[in-house]
């Protein structure tokens, strides 16, 4: 098993930039595809960005694209999310997941999950 652990979040002006971190433990993150999500008030968890077991491939929710990047470091064990051009609308409860057997874009495949961290952005 993983456990996982976000930091980073916080209160930012739009426009603003923000670095998740999520640092993982009990066995390592070359282990697993993993990804972010997020869920506003009132809304579902949707997924915001994933990349893959091996080589790195990424996707991306149309909403972020091109504002959003997810990388990790599975010397660390530790997956990121570089957040720029935010938006009043990327306010949300962050969190970061892992899946054992490939990516998927959808919240209940994943059993692994953190606390969350939330990230305000004001307008």
């Known amino acids: 098993q993983v456990q996982l652990l976000e930091s980073g979040g916080g209160l930012v002006q739009a426009g603003g930039s923000l670095r998740l971190s999520c640092a993982a433990s009990g066995r390592t993150t070359s282990n697993y595809a993993m990804g972010w999500f997020r869920q506003a008030p009132g809304k579902e968890r949707e997924f915001v960005a994933g990349i893959s077991k091996n080589f790195g491939v990424t996707n991306y929710a149309d909403s972020v694209k091109g504002r959003f990047t997810i990388s990790r470091d599975n010397a660390k064990n530790m997956l990121f999310l570089q957040m720029n051009s935010l938006k009043p609308e990327d306010t949300a409860v962050y969190y970061c997941?892992?899946?054992?057997?490939?990516?998927?874009?959808?919240?209940?495949?994943?059993?692994?999950w953190g606390q969350g961290t939330q990230v305000t952005v004001s307008s």
């Open positions: 997941a892992a899946r054992s057997i490939g990516g998927s874009q959808t919240p209940s495949d994943y059993g692994y």
